[in-house]
């Protein structure tokens, strides 16, 4: 649902931002009918109202998303967890100007704590369904985890950011004369592509962690006891090492 309303939400900027270049055409041409003129301007009426729509829509399904994802790549790292709650991910988002930067590191820890290097890559299974034959079996390969660097992380975020921005900017410009319509409009087709550019990252973004969670659950389902005993001895070396550095926790009192 998260990718749908992400597409959703390119398309829409993408039909506003050629509604905003054809109302740019039309001032520079020498005569505009009444007819077209209103036209133009309801295809832009009806442009805004969809990308506010989907916006929020968009907005409530990407946040349950990124809740459940947080809470299942918690559960996923027998070793160390995940620094962030469901609850805190969300409000990253929501707080004003920590929503600047917050998300951002976010995302970041979400897709690194899903490393697949954080569990050892548990045996080769057999499929034993006999499509293989009897001279030779068929060995269940794995799948590729997704992965995205930082640099695009920040960049999706920053072009989200700069589309708000842009778009805020732009509405604040008077359109009392062509030339100060031409620049508001400008700047909400510039609000526009930073909107595409941010959900097509975002979808490349929720593709690659989704891959990751499944990766991940993957590796410790078919786990031996083996792997997963070295994994709670790991993890209980982890929790020794972070509780001695905390000051006098070993002084006797």
Known sequence: MAIAG???????AVFTALAGAWHILLLGGMEVSESTWRL??????????????LGLVTGVVFLRWLARAVAAAGALDPVRGLAWTPSEAVLAFLIPVVNLVQPYRVL???HDGLAPAGVP?????????GAGGYRRVEVAHAPRAGAVRHAALGVWWGCYVASRGLGWAASAVPALTAAEFIRSRAMFIASDVASIAAAWLAVRMVRAIDSRVAER???LAYA???ELDLLLVERDLQLRQDLARIAHFDDPE
């Open 6 to 12: 992400l597409i959703a939400m390119g398309a829409a």
């Open 40 to 53: 133009a301007n309801t295809l832009r009426e009806v442009g805004g109202l969809l990308e506010l729509g």
């Open 108 to 110: 970041r820890d979400l």
């Open 121 to 129: 890559e548990p045996a080769p299974r057999p499929l034993l369904d």
């Open 217 to 219: 659950h993957r590796r």
């Open 224 to 226: 031996s006891d083996e």
